[in-house]
Nanobody, 119 residues
Framework: QVQLVESGGGLVQAGGSLRLSCTASRSIRSINSLGWYRQAPGNQRELVAAITRGGTTNYADSVKGRFTISRDNAKKTGYLQMNSLKPEDTAVYYC?????????????WGQGTQVTVSS
């Protein structure tokens, strides 16, 4: 069994930056696909950024040009670099990844990390 452990959330002023990390708790062969989602109170969970196995990235219109998704298979970690943060970016952020280990590929969610942007 694998856990995805998230870190990097916190409180930041508008215009600031944060980098979220999502690390597999055991040895894996690779992070295949990775997505970062967020959920604000009263809202549905929405996809913020994604990266495919081949490295193609996709971003929600609201974060294009400000957020960057990446992964480092050697470190078993995915990242979401968030710049020029706005109060409307405030939410709990979740990572979701397809991980290859053992004989297959399995999908996991992180536990979520709170991001709060003050105006």
């Amino acid at each position: 069994q694998v856990q995805l452990v998230e870190s990097g959330g916190g409180l930041v002023q508008a215009g600031g930056s944060l980098r979220l990390s999502c690390t597999a708790s055991r040895s894996i062969r690779s992070i295949n696909s990775l997505g970062w989602y967020r959920q604000a109170p009263g809202n549905q969970r929405e996809l913020v950024a994604a990266i495919t196995r081949g490295g193609t990235t996709n971003y929600a219109d609201s974060v294009k040009g400000r957020f960057t998704i990446s992964r480092d298979n050697a470190k078993k970690t995915g990242y979401l670099q968030m710049n020029s943060l706005k109060p409307e970016d405030t939410a709990v952020y979740y990572c979701n990844a397809d991980l290859s280990y053992g004989l297959g590929s399995y999908n996991y969610w992180g536990q979520g990390t709170q991001v709060t942007v003050s105006s």
